[in-house]
């Protein structure tokens, strides 16, 4: 009870950070954190759904082993551009920047991150770069796959690398800029009496992923710009005929894009943390190993590139470097997965749909993972390189860990960014659908990769048609599962239930406040006196909850209307 | 400019943002801020500087022949320019703390100067660059538009030395850009010290963008002895 006291909603008054002001210029010039998340969480979106469309040409090109859909020119632009689309316009940004962006200063009793203006300054530098992406794109395409080896980049691809690079080094920096807000957010405007291990492990999880952001994109980002350059002058440093190496793109392409990654993953692992917790209505258990094996992933993440390069002609001695220290990235992985289990165990455990992701999410990351160890083993890497085992692999990290998450995350806080709960049997029913297709999906290509179908193909030999029906039908039946919350969240903003402050009683500071927020995010400034996921009784939580949520409908009676 | 600072002092500062606490928290949220952008760029010029330590290591002595085309006394005096812009710097932070309104803007003055002078000598080393044919490219010694031979120390390939003036246009080029933008940046903190905005109360501005004009002079006091000095002691010696 005393956490409870200790700082006690005032009423919730009507205004709240989507009406504190109208107009398309409130939102476009807004300097709210929170606006700026729901104008992230649109253009991600709609990055999302346009990825998708890629992914579903991909599917269904391959439901023939013949290549009589797409061309094989066609086919080498449309995986790329799924791939670009994906990773750089939806997975990097989706969990932090929308989220991220909405909860860390709530999270931590702030008023906004500490550089409002930087903050919205990142979304028109992403909305930027995916225009120019997506002209490139539409204008002609890119073939060298989301990889841009040279000197196939550089020299022999005849399609729009260099715009496609620009607006590629272009929304870098946007990621850049929030890792930059969100580390120095950390850092200086905690609320009184929120230590480092007060915080909320979401926010460990974005910090460890600021750090990824901030040393690895610079990197992206100068590697990108030699590429081009190389490009447009025909000579470089990448360059063979005088002496350059390609293998050094390979070696700085993926310093960067291995712990990409982890900027993919981490913000997701701190969404579960959060949900496990908080559904099982118990301390997490061993916080402070959680906490920090957000930072060795992040730390670790920095050292395992070379595992892209097996076959590159790399060292020897350098893959075997590579391959134990991919072996030791599992070890703080399966710290958080057992610390999940443990939490479970006992807990008293309620199946809302974002538990549903979240369990989904230990599950499928599980299994990402330990294939994750047969391609970090060298002899078992060099036997299935550039087959699907390796696509189905990463796709259950970033689809079934990252996606699941995110959507978790999404319908977790929803009530609190939109002010109205989402329908849960719909909610329910889309999350089943989601975790059954996605597995329809990528299930059947590991074994397909595993005796050899090769990746990047548009035809193959017949008797890998049936993996790729059953993979083209679960990709269907995966598209309609992230339709089904696309429309009923929109569909919920307008005529979902109303939301109470705190509808799943619980101690975090973001439910301390009304939902939606005010502009200011608390009316009276928050003063820390409990710890992380200090749940009191059920009792007495219940009575906080009810009792907070009548104040709440006393406060809505005169609007009435619905 | 003193009665308006005695105001400053008893509501709050008209320069403290909403969403601080204090003057404090902003100053520290500004100066990390700028430390972790420093630590971005740090990692951007890290990826040309893997590329020239690699190459540096596989064609040492086409490097070195390279090298010794550039002006080491004209990198030199650069050297010393920037030395010296980053004192006239550090003297404007300390002006700006203490509130020295005239040395402030005189020693910000003076940077700005000192960072164009800088500039100009780069405009002129490449235009020598230009005239020797050295940018990389077709009329580069040895391709096929210019049959003209770079100078060699023995053993070393003159295809190399194309990487070489590769990693030197991209390295000290970056290096410029980073130069302009910094002659802007103080542009900016010399206009409104001008107008008086600065004093022992906030000074952060001025602080932080000193910050990065020590970054951005640190980068060339590594760029000066890769680029400029390493290998010369073999044109004689061998």
Redesign the interface.
Known sequence: MRAIEAFEPPLPSKVNYINAQYGLKSWLLTKDHKRIALLYLGSVTLFFFFGGIYAMLIRIELLTPRGDFLSSATYNKVFTQHGILMIFFFLIPAIPATLGNFLVPMMIGAKDLAFPRINLLSWYIYLVGGTITIYALLAGGVDTGWTFYAPYSTTFSNSYVVLTGVGIFISGFSSILTGLNFIVTIHTMRAPGMTWFRLPLFIWSHYATSLIMILGTPVIAITILLLAFERLAHIGIFDPAIGGDPVLFQHLFWFYSHPAVYIMILPGMGVVSELIANFSRKNIFGYKFVAFSSLAIAIFGFLVWGHHMFVSGQSVYAGMIFSFLSFAVAIPSAVKVFNWTATLYKGSISYDTPMLYALGFIGLFLIGGMTGLFLASIAIDVHVTDTYFVVAHFHYIMVGGTLLAYLGGLHYWWPKISGRMYPEGWARFAALVVFVGFNLTFLPQFVAGYLGMPRRYHAYPPEFQVFNVLSSAGASILGTGTLIPLVYLIWSMRYGRHAEANPWNLPGLEWRTQSPPPTENFIVSPVVTWEAYEFASPDEMEVVGTRHAARFEDAEAPAGGD | MAETAIVEHEVHHPAL?????NLE?QR??GT??MW??L??????????F??YT??RY??GL?FASASNHLSWKLGAFNTAVLIISSFTMAFAVYNAQIGKQRRLIVSLAITILLGLTFLGVKAVEYHDKYEDHLI??RLFPGNPFNPSTIHLLPGA?A??T??FY??YF?MTG?HALHMVIGVGLLSVILFFSVRGRYGPEYHNPVEVSGLYWHFVDLIWIFLFPLLYLLGRHMEHGG
């Open positions: 943002q909403h969403h601080f606490e928290q520290e949220a990390l801020g972790v952008f630590v971005t760029e740090m990692m951007f010029f890290g990826g040309m893997m590329a690699l190459y596989k064609y086409a990389p490219g390939s295809q190399n194309e990487i590769w990693l991209a970056m």
